[in-house]
């Protein structure tokens, strides 16, 4: 038990859940998640490694999210598709990092 107010708080947010790993694949990368009411599924490519889609789901099968990646060959996201959206969502362009001799 502890004495003060403080203890209490402190041990109340260390026991609260931040996401519940349900699945993880062969390079332990965490394929699947939960937490209040929301399942994230994420697939990766076995031979890289990267991401390539995430998909978010309520509890009553509500699509909260649904985005595939392409990649490059140098390893550089070049697409992300917003599939929740049948295809009327435009493909959307990775953030670029923009580098010139001038800027840090």
């Known amino acids: 038990m502890t ?16 996401y519940r790993i349900t699945a993880k694949d062969a390079r332990d990368q965490v394929t699947g998640m939960s937490k209040g009411g929301i399942n994230v599924s994420r697939t990766f490519s076995a031979d890289t490694g990267r991401i390539e889609s995430i998909f978010a789901q309520t509890l009553f099968a509500s ?3 649904d985005f595939d990646y392409q990649f490059d060959v140098l390893g550089n996201c070049t697409a992300k598709t917003d599939s929740r959206r049948d295809g009327s969502a435009p493909t959307q362009k990775c953030a670029q990092r923009e580098t010139s001799a001038g800027s840090r």
């Open 3 to 18: 004495s003060s107010s403080a203890d209490n708080v402190h041990l109340v947010i260390s026991t609260m859940e931040r």
């Open 63 to 65: 699509t909260i999210q």
